[in-house]
């Protein structure tokens, strides 16, 4: 069993709630939790068994918990708990829902009605999908994930640089192609049946804490079944906090858990976007002699030749401004960037200035490593 450790100011982590979701969220201290992944019941509206050409029946859902009297039921139990979930989010803090076209669709306007910010929809593509045995609609072949902020004013995380990386450079778009729980990696119980109707591959739970959580932050799940988003966040260095009000499941999930390895912290450091970086000002390369005044500048191709100046401005050909300003002048463009623009000469190689930022910044004693705390 996965032990409980209990923050500095915050709940109990690394351990199952069990219980009904809206007694145990009710619970929490506010604004406690950095993101919720939520994969709430479908409400699929099943009247019957579904049947395969051959006959048998096929295993979906059809336990108790997804199962309401009425939309309208429906509604008001989504709005509960994210209001919950909502009051305990820190002020910067983010939630994932995932659902299919039975309830998705009704989960965005109670997201939006609650004041949370959405930030994509997220496709995820399933690369082997149940196929439609009635042959009356198309395949259903995705589910759809709602991200968003606690409002529009919170600043989520979002590992851009490092989704970036994961996409071979190129950006992360916002359709995900991963297989549905299969294989060895699907839990079964005694008798060989799946543990649960809905078990969520842990690749996409993985991709999904990569991007939007950093080592030590805490991850809630109020549907926590047999604990997907637990197990990937012991695996990553994220505290974990999980709901469930089937005590079979909640077993499952916490042997499942006390299985999985932690990565080493020293693995756990995402790619850190240039936004986060502390800002260093081009005449602050001047001042800290990085480069130095009369030094000239060049583009990529060394066409346009500048001089720095002392006061961290470029002149060139009578025209004289800051790196940005005249870079886009010099291009008939109404904005640049200059840092990637204008580049320096070192050893016969052109190096954009950006680089420079860097060197300044241990100067300056803003880049120190980013700290790692460990899950357990």
Not at 73 to 88: E, I, K
Not at 255 to 277: F, G
């Amino acid at each position: 069993m996965s032990s409980a450790l209990r923050g500095p100011s915050g709940p109990a982590v690394n351990h199952v709630l069990v219980g009904d979701c809206l007694e145990e969220l009710s619970k929490l201290p506010d604004a406690s939790v950095d993101l919720v992944f939520a994969d709430p019941p479908y409400n699929l509206q099943l009247e019957r068994e579904l049947l395969r050409p051959n006959n048998t029946v096929v295993d979906g859902v059809d336990d108790a918990w997804d199962k309401f009297s009425s939309f309208a039921d429906y509604d008001r139990f989504s709005r509960a708990w994210l209001a919950q979930c909502r009051r305990v989010l820190k002020p910067d803090g983010a939630i994932w829902v995932i659902g299919s076209y039975h309830n998705i669709f009704r989960l965005g306007v109670a997201l939006q009605d609650q004041g949370f910010w959405i930030q994509n929809d997220i496709v995820w593509r399933k690369t082997n999908p149940m196929p439609n045995f009635r042959g009356k609609r198309f395949t259903n072949a995705h589910e759809t994930l709602i991200w968003a902020g606690r409002d529009a004013k919170a600043r989520v995380t979002f590992n851009y640089e490092a989704m970036k990386a994961l996409n071979d450079d190129i950006q992360m778009r916002s359709d995900w192609l991963f297989p549905i729980c299969s294989g060895p990696e699907r839990l079964k119980d005694g008798e060989g049946r799946k543990a649960h109707p809905t078990q969520k591959p842990e690749a996409l739970l993985a991709r999904i804490l990569l991007a939007s959580t950093n080592p030590g932050d805490l991850v809630l799940d109020p549907f926590f079944g047999t604990g997907t988003t637990g197990a990937e966040a012991r695996r990553l260095g994220r505290r974990w906090l999980g709901i469930e009000r089937d005590p079979v499941y909640a077993e499952a999930a916490e042997e499942r858990i006390a299985k999985v390895r932690p990565l080493p912290p020293s693995t756990l450091e995402t790619a850190r976007s240039k936004r986060a970086e502390p800002r260093v000002p081009f005449g602050t390369i001047i001042e800290l002699r990085i480069l130095e005044p009369g030094h000239t500048l060049t583009d990529e191709r060394g066409r346009v030749r500048a001089q720095v100046r002392a006061d961290g401005t470029l002149a060139v050909a009578g025209r004289q401004g800051s790196i940005h300003r005249l870079g886009a002048e010099l291009q008939g463009k109404t904005a640049c960037n200059g840092w990637t623009f204008w580049h320096y000469e070192v050893e016969g190689v052109r190096k954009p200035i950006d680089v420079l930022r860097e060197q300044a910044r241990r100067q300056l004693g803003l880049s120190a490593p980013v700290g790692l705390v460990a899950a357990e």
